[in-house]
């Protein structure tokens, strides 16, 4: 059974005895930490190349050798630890999980951090005991003093009296302590939890992963994140308005390819990108992306959607087909079972993933992909679970009570995107994303939600897992949006389906049933029109188009509840090519409030076609925008009239 190729090895040179049978060691190294123990011990490497010690064991040390310590923060606990982490999610604060890891980000507890044992530092009188059935999980925290005094590499640091970096965490690895060694070609259990489960490649059924011809937007060749870039495979976006960074900030380069990962599919790159653990057991979009370990999973749910969504579906192609391709999938394979096991654990052990968003997408579909592969009935059934999922949560049928939710006063939409409305009564039992409250259809994080589901429904059909996964409202609303609609609406090109998936989608959907009723293609269900209004957003510039009934006025949402109070005639303008618009009155909604509407002088006629800028005081803006917490926001916003 090939062993996959790890950045983290072993600190011994291990004896020529069969890959998995354990040894004696004093260290073991893994994703550049390196636990010692007071004496040697049995270690040994799951399949998956992370590393077991037999115990009960004691751990004098953690360390790493990736951290410029000349960097490290004063008066600060870096480089954290946890063991056997789990969620109290029967708290008042039941979407926050105390941490461990680093002090400088949110919810931090020193008495959860197993790297300072009795409150103090790891030493050979103040060990670390780790007893069989505990996951010690050891991370790298990026280092800076200040904004300008930071380690190289490590992503901004914001201004404010308590900067946090997104991600906080550099790397993290994961030491299990066993009571004896397991068999060769044994899954690592779960980090999260006391249970762990234990699997093994010989249950795993590969002939579940179909072998398709390859497609467009499928390639081999070096796996080396420049050359990749340098490359015809990958698009020249350098002219594009929306064009992605060729980078996310501190993310390893096989996770930052998937922040524009519209290119393809490669084998490779994929088996890298999903190589080392997945620690995502805080449910908390705020401290879990700043806590999730840089070079191991992205920070952002996008990110990790995309590539999972690549990596399920590039397992049905036959990968031998391709030149210059591994001729082998199973090690890609093995590592997605691996982030499955390692999800269900932390679900089994309070984790959840609700509607955020772009954040907890992918969850469901990572613990229901591997629990088909191992065809175990736990996770291959987590659509039974209670356990709160994005991938449920967001997806839904129009309901009479939406309906009248959306048309009246008590109704506060999203308002990030470009189109705002409510739904109508002909709207009910359509299927729908209802992540922003909201009909309009460029509307805030629809588009990169439904890139998730364009992929993991197709896995759902090709794995004929649809009724395993208990929600149809999922599929259907991922066969809506995928319809011509969708491609007339693009937006961001990072917020896309990658252009594998696209294909993958394309060419196999029409092969399985659906339950789709293409009545809801018609134009009249998608909200292209923004009524009753707009919004500023932290944007240069953005259209809405309104459809004004007689002298309807004009409604403006911010987004959050702010001081209106100092809005008026003085400190509100609107202006045209054609001149300035006199604004006779201001009516804002309860203060603090949401929105404010603009009354025009008598007899003002809006024309068709032309670009109307409403502009706020900026001093009034800089209040909301501090108020808010917000990046500058722009104190003005664009519409036209239909």
């Not at 990958?234 to 290119?263: H, I, M, R």
């Not at 654990?345 to 509607?355: E, N, R, V, Y």
């Not at 995928?482 to 294909?503: C, D, G, H, M, Y």
């Not at 959050?560 to 001149?579: A, F, Y």
Request: proline letters at 7%; hydrophobic letters at 35%; aromatic letters at 10%.
């Amino acid at each position: 059974m090939p062993i996959m190729k790890r950045i983290a090895l072993l600190s011994i040179l291990l004896a020529t005895t069969a890959a998995y049978a354990a040894t004696t060691a004093s260290t073991v190294t893994s994703n550049y930490i390196t636990w010692t123990f007071d004496k040697e011990y049995p270690v040994g490497q799951f399949v998956t190349g992370d590393y077991y010690v037999i115990g009960p064991v004691k751990i004098v040390s953690i360390t790493n050798s990736m951290s410029d310590e000349s960097f490290r923060p004063a008066d600060e606990d870096v480089h954290g630890s946890m063991v056997n982490p789990v969620v109290d999610n029967t708290s008042e604060r039941f979407s926050y999980q105390w941490q461990g890891y680093d002090s400088r980000a949110t919810i931090y507890k020193p008495e959860l951090n197993a790297s300072l044992p009795n409150g103090k530092p790891l030493s050979k009188d103040n060990p670390l005991a780790l007893e069989p059935n505990q996951s010690l999980i050891s991370m790298v925290s990026w280092l800076w003093r200040s904004p300008t005094e930071k380690e190289e590499g490590c992503p901004p640091v914001p201004g404010g009296p308590r900067p946090v970096t997104r991600p906080t965490i550099r790397a993290g690895a994961v030491l299990t302590c066993l009571d004896k060694a397991p068999p060769e070609g044994t899954f690592r259990p779960s980090y999260a939890g006391t249970e762990k489960r234990m699997f093994n490649v010989a249950q795993v059924k590969r002939d579940r992963l179909l072998a398709l011809p390859p497609v467009d937007h499928v390639y081999a060749g070096s796996t080396d994140p420049e050359d990749v870039r340098k490359s015809d495979r990958f698009p020249d976006w350098s002219k594009e308005k929306n064009a992605p960074p060729a980078t996310l900030p501190g993310q390893a380069d096989e996770l930052s390819l998937y922040w524009s990962y519209q290119y393809g599919a490669d084998l490779a790159l994929l088996t890298r990108g999903t190589a080392r653990p997945w620690i995502d057991h805080i449910p908390d979009w705020y401290a879990g992306s700043h806590l999730k370990p840089s070079i191991n999973i992205s920070n952002y749910g996008r990110e990790i959607c995309n590539l999972l969504q690549t990596a399920m579906l590039a397992l049905h192609l036959d990968w031998a087909k391709v030149e210059g391709a591994p001729k082998s999938k199973d090690t890609l394979a093995n590592n997605m079972i691996q982030i499955g096991i390692d999800l269900a654990g932390c679900a089994d052990a309070g984790s959840f993933w609700p509607a955020n968003g772009g954040h907890h997408a992918g969850r469901k579909t990572a613990i229901m992909f591997a629990g088909l592969l191992l065809d175990d009935d736990h996770m291959k059934n987590v659509g039974h679970w209670t356990t709160r999922f994005q991938e449920n949560e967001n997806t839904v049928y129009v309901t009479e009570e939406m309906v009248e939710h959306t048309n009246s006063d008590a109704w506060r939409p999203e308002t990030r995107g470009l189109h705002i409305a409510p739904y109508s009564k002909d709207m009910i039992g359509m299927p729908e994303w209802n992540g922003a409250g909201n009909a309009g259809w460029n509307t805030a994080y629809r588009d990169n939600n439904v890139s998730y589901y364009t992929g993991f429904a197709l896995m759902a059909h090709m794995m004929d897992a649809r009724k395993l996964w208990n929600h149809e409202p999922f599929f259907d609303y991922a066969d809506r949006a995928n319809s011509a609609i969708w491609e007339a609406t693009k937006t961001l090109q990072q917020n896309l389906a990658p252009a594998f998936v696209r294909v993958m989608w394309d060419t196999y959907r029409d092969k399985y049933p659906s339950t789709y009723d293409k009545k809801w293609d018609d134009e009249k269900f998608i909200a292209w029109v923004t009524t009753p209004g707009f919004m500023l957003k932290s944007a240069p510039k953005a259209y809405g188009i309104f459809e004004l009934k007689d002298d309807e006025p004009i409604r403006l949402y911010v987004g959050h509840d702010v001081d209106l109070s100092e809005l008026s005639p003085k400190t509100v303008t609107v202006t045209s090519s054609e001149g300035s618009l006199t604004v006779a009155g201001i009516e804002a909604s309860e203060n603090p409030g949401a929105f404010f509407i603009i009354k025009f002088a008598e007899g003002t006629q809006l024309k068709p076609g032309i670009d109307y800028t409403v502009t706020v005081d900026q001093e009034v803006s800089d209040k909301w925008r501090n108020a808010i917490g917000m990046k500058p926001m722009t104190n003005k916003t664009t519409f036209k009239v239909r």
